[in-house]
């Protein structure tokens, strides 16, 4: 790819993420594109954005924050933490009828979807690194 | 070298993947959620920094799950925090998701919020391990905020605001701490107050920290 097809790869990308129902998605993501300096640029921070999104959104993100916490207590042996547990508001709790929620067991499962998207966010990387044949 | 057509393959084989995996959760909106979780992994950093440079240690107590909440309150020592140790001793505790009362409160001489104005919250506090209900600006040893969004100027605007309801300005004076994240800040309370972002741009605002004493980290998931 040279340079100048990078946006509408990256018009591409966000009609695809449209289209799947996450506009919500796509409206966060593109905050990361203002400020690209080069159009290969805006792609990857919006794959950033992403990324960074569905991790957080996701078990992923749950067992990454987790296995963070774990780390850091046993340097110091001060204790583990199997949960995190989301507690809302009383109006949330009587919207969805639970008192609190275990983020880990309602948060769907994405590791196929975040091993994809790094690889080709690497891709792009590797791609507009290569010298143009 | 990829193709525009190799690309837009792959991102169809991508977007294949998010479609034939479970559904988001309908029960709290995934950005809510993200920001709670982005709290958690907060939570992991400060503790790797605080035990590698401060020599503190950490204890889970009143349980083994971290208790995030959607809406900020007072302290509620029954739910599960964090002790902090310094040496052997117990010397503060670290909470998530509470307000604490603002040095305008207090200063009138007001120890309990009258209004909704008299309590800001703050993502994650390290208070006095005596504080108790909304921790007064005197018991604050670190403030944080969590920022799982686009950094954009009015998150400063934010950060200063909160400076300014948890001390005055002054000349430098020591913080709780001996090295990070800040050993001495121009604040009377002498608080130390960290803004930590997934977005890397929150650089593009941090130049007036150092003078204010606000920190501003860039914290990758």
New interface residues.
């Given amino acids: ?1 040279t340079e100048d ?1 990078y946006p ?2 990256l018009r ?2 966000r009609s ?2 449209g ?2 129902g996450r506009a ?2 796509d409206e ?1 993501a593109y ?2 594109v203002e ?1 690209a300096d080069r159009p290969s640029d805006a792609l990857l921070g919006y794959l950033s ?1 992403v990324l ?6 996701s078990q992923e ?2 067992l ?3 296995e ?2 774990n ?3 046993a ?15 009383d109006v ?1 709790q009587a919207a ?1 009828n ?1 008192e ?2 275990s ?1 880990f067991r ?5 590791a ?2 975040i091993v ?2 790094q690889q ?1 966010y690497d ?2 990387v590797r ?1 507009r690194n ?1 010298p ?2 | 070298m990829t193709t525009l057509a190799q690309a837009k393959a792959k991102v169809d084989a991508i977007i294949g993947k998010y479609v034939s995996g479970a559904p988001a959760s309908t029960l709290i909106p995934p950005k809510a959620v993200a920001g709670k979780v982005y709290e958690a992994v907060v939570l992991g950093y400060l503790i790797e920094n605080f035990v590698a440079l401060e020599r503190l240690r950490f204890r889970l107590v009143g349980g083994t799950q971290i208790y995030l909440k959607t809406s900020p309150g007072p302290i509620n020592v029954s739910y599960p925090h964090f002790a902090v140790y310094r040496d052997k001793a117990h010397v503060a505790n670290m909470f998530t998701d509470v307000e604490f009362l603002t040095l305008s409160c207090a200063l009138v001489g007001n120890n309990t919020p009258t209004s909704a104005g008299d309590l800001h919250e703050l993502d994650i506090l390290i208070v006095n391990k005596s504080a108790r209900r909304y921790p007064k600006p005197d018991e604050v040893w670190l403030g944080v905020e969590c920022k799982h969004t686009s950094f954009e100027k009015n998150l400063l605007r934010e950060a200063l605001g909160i400076r300014r309801e948890l001390s005055v300005l002054t000349e430098l004076k020591p913080t709780a701490f001996s090295k990070w994240p800040t050993m001495m800040v121009r604040a009377n309370l002498p608080s130390s107050l960290l803004v930590c972002s997934s977005d890397p741009r929150i650089y593009r605002y941090s130049s007036p920290g150092p003078f204010f004493g606000i920190d501003f980290h860039h914290v990758p998931i």
């Fill in positions: 790819m097809e509408e790869l591409y990308v695809r993420i289209e799947i919500d998605l966060f905050t990361a400020a954005f960074t999104q569905i991790v957080l959104e993100g749950v990454r924050a987790q963070r916490l780390h850091a207590l340097m110091t042996d001060g204790g583990r933490v199997d949960d995190l547990i989301l507690l809302p508001t949330e969805i639970r609190q929620v983020l309602v948060l769907p499962r994405r196929d979807f994809a998207l080709f891709d792009v791609d290569e143009h044949r």
